[in-house]
């Protein structure tokens, strides 16, 4: 009913930018926080940034000053540019929206993408 599909990842050199999409589809009534996750080999899924509706945002520490997250709510899209890319970026990168659905408007769900990789390597 809901799908998050993300686009954006691939491979690039140390220092380097890449901005990821994700667009939220299907029978949405409304959509509160969007954030992207990363998932590097052997770790936990982690929180990098994050958008409430009104546009508040939240950066992890490591990622501060380097990445930006924004959203375009008519086209229920959030972006994340990233920049000055380092080795330790390196990750499936998963987008992740909280939001109602038309079957269920007073009941918030929790909906993740499938992934996309990104990988900073010389």
């Known amino acids: 009913q809901v799908q998050l599909v993300e686009s954006g990842g691939g491979l690039v050199h140390p220092g380097g930018s890449l901005r990821l999409s994700c667009v939220a589809s299907g029978s949405i009534f409304s959509i509160d926080a969007m954030a992207w996750y990363r998932q590097a080999p052997g770790n936990q899924r982690d929180m990098v940034a994050q958008i409430t509706s009104s546009g508040n945002t939240y950066y992890a520490?490591?990622?501060?000053?380097?990445?930006?997250?924004?959203?375009?709510?008519?086209?229920?899209?959030?972006?994340?540019?990233?920049?000055?890319?380092?080795?330790?970026?390196?990750?499936?990168?998963?987008?992740?929206?909280?939001?109602?659905?038309?079957q269920a408007i007073f009941s918030k769900q929790n909906y993740w993408g499938q992934g996309t990789q990104v990988t900073v390597s010389s």
């Open 61 to 102: 520490d490591s990622v501060k000053g380097r990445f930006t997250i924004s959203r375009d709510n008519a086209k229920n899209t959030v972006y994340l540019q990233m920049n000055s890319l380092k080795p330790e970026d390196t990750a499936v990168y998963y987008c992740n929206a909280i939001l109602t659905t038309l």
